[in-house]
C-alpha cells in the first residue's frame, strides 16, 4: 500500500472497477479512490436487471467523482444512440465519461464512432 508521502500519489489515480453497490458505496469513503469505472458484464453479475436506472442511482451517490459507463450494443447506430442517452445523465457536478468498445463482436473497428462522438 502506497503511503500519504509516495512520490507516486499525485501521479497515480485509483478508479474502482465493479458494479456491487455495497462496495462501491464503500470505497466512496476512501480518499485514495478517485472515481469508478462498471461496464454492462459486471453489472449482469451484480445482478442489476435495469442498466439506465442503476446507472442514474449510482450518479445520486458520487458527489462529483468521475465514473465510466459502458455502451453495451454491437451495432454502430445503437451504439451511438446509447453512447449519446449516457452522456445525456450527466447533470451539473457530474463527470460521466462513455466506453465505447474499439471493436464490436464482427471485428470492425469503432474509430469513426468515436470520432464522430469525441
Known amino acids: ?12 489515480k485509483i478508479f474502482l472497477d465493479g458494479a456491487d453497490r455495497p462496495t462501491l458505496m464503500e470505497m466512496l469513503k476512501n480518499p485514495r479512490v478517485k472515481g469508478f469505472t462498471t461496464n454492462p458484464s459486471l453489472m449482469r453479475k451484480a445482478g442489476v436487471s435495469d442498466y439506465g436506472g442503476y446507472c442514474r442511482e449510482l450518479l445520486s451517490h458520487l458527489g462529483g467523482k468521475p465514473i465510466s459507463f459502458e455502451v453495451f450494443a454491437d451495432d ?16 451539473p457536478g457530474d463527470q460521466i465519461y462513455v466506453k465505447v468498445p474499439v471493436m464490436n463482436s464482427r471485428g470492425e473497428s469503432t474509430l469513426a464512432l468515436c470520432s464522430e462522438l469525441s
Open 76 to 91: 454502430f447506430p445503437e451504439m451511438r444512440r446509447q453512447a449519446l442517452e449516457i452522456a445525456s445523465w450527466e447533470k
Open 1 to 12: 500500500m502506497l503511503s500519504d508521502k509516495s512520490p507516486f500519489q499525485s501521479r497515480i
